[in-house]
């Protein structure tokens, strides 16, 4: 390896350090688990290292939703200890989350590239625009219904989080404060759903990816001892240690935000990375 390879290699292992330490304090913020912001930055790793656009999104997507397995569980503990969470949605949404998670791999397994990407952005500026440009008059009612309506948000925040490989934080988030729920008790609740659709959804990940070995030679060389699947292992190692050293910071600076302070700082970071995925659909890169 040449003295500039092996600066390249610094450089990027710097990068996903300094995001680990990023994506845990946002995890802690905005109960995202991070991966609003793993899955555009990976996406940039892996272009410089050569990944083939054909299957580099969905390789950010399974390494983000592993690298959120430990923030999430940190991030959940930090809420819980404050009181902050609701485990009556918890024991709601449990189990129609898990299965979207489930039917979110089985699409991941098959899908185009593209899709990840155009998810990714529909979701993250329709979630801009409600949180920057709030009203109290903006809501669907005054508390959370029950029943099948419930249920089906579970199930849609689940397949949708896998897709787009965050925690489930952005579409609780959403959903809670619609329904009146204050912006610190959904953020605390959203930490939860992280843990819920993280485990699985890594795992669903890893077996969506193996038919990409066969096709794809840079994939295969990372099958072992770098990838499994769609998980970059080296990507995972490099960036949970510090995001478990930050969520807790996050936490703290979240409950020390107004509620109209955290609602539209999470609205332009959504803005921002959704941004850079359309110039990515346009460019092709």
């Excluded at 490989?165 to 009146?180: H, K």
């Amino acid at each position: 390896m040449s003295g500039l390879e092996v600066l390249d290699v610094v450089e990027l292992a710097l990068l996903l350090i300094a995001t680990g330490a990023l994506s845990g304090f946002l995890a802690g913020v905005f109960g995202i688990g991070g991966g609003a912001i793993l899955v555009p930055v990976f996406y940039e790793c892996f272009r410089i290292a050569g990944v083939p656009l054909e299957v580099r999104m969905p390789l950010c997507v399974g390494t983000s939703l592993a690298v959120i397995i430990p923030t999430s569980i940190r991030s959940f503990q930090a809420h819980y200890k404050r009181g902050a969470v609701d485990m009556t949605i918890l024991r709601i949404w449990w189990l129609p989350i898990v299965i979207g998670v489930v039917a979110g791999s089985v699409i991941a397994r098959f899908a185009p590239e593209r899709l990840f990407k155009i998810v990714f952005v529909c979701v993250a500026w329709s979630a801009a625009v409600r949180l920057i440009f709030a009203r109290e008059t903006w809501k669907f009612g005054d508390d959370l219904p029950r029943g099948a309506v419930m249920i089906a948000y579970g199930f849609v925040v689940g397949i949708l989080s896998t897709l787009m490989g965050i925690g489930g934080g952005l579409f609780s988030n959403l959903l809670m404060t619609f329904y009146g729920r204050p912006i610190h008790q959904a953020v605390a609740t959203s930490s939860a759903l992280a843990v819920l659709i993280s485990i699985p959804g890594a795992l669903g990940y890893i077996y969506a990816g193996w038919p990409a070995a066969a096709n794809y030679p840079s994939i295969a060389a990372l099958q072992a001892p770098f990838a499994l699947g769609y998980v970059s292992l080296i990507g995972a190692m490099l960036v949970m240690p510090m995001s478990l050293v930050t969520a807790p910071l996050g936490v703290k600076a979240a409950h020390a935000m107004s509620k109209r302070t955290l609602e539209a700082a999470f609205g332009c970071y959504l803005f921002i990375v959704g941004s850079r995925f359309v110039l990515s659909l346009v460019g092709g890169q």
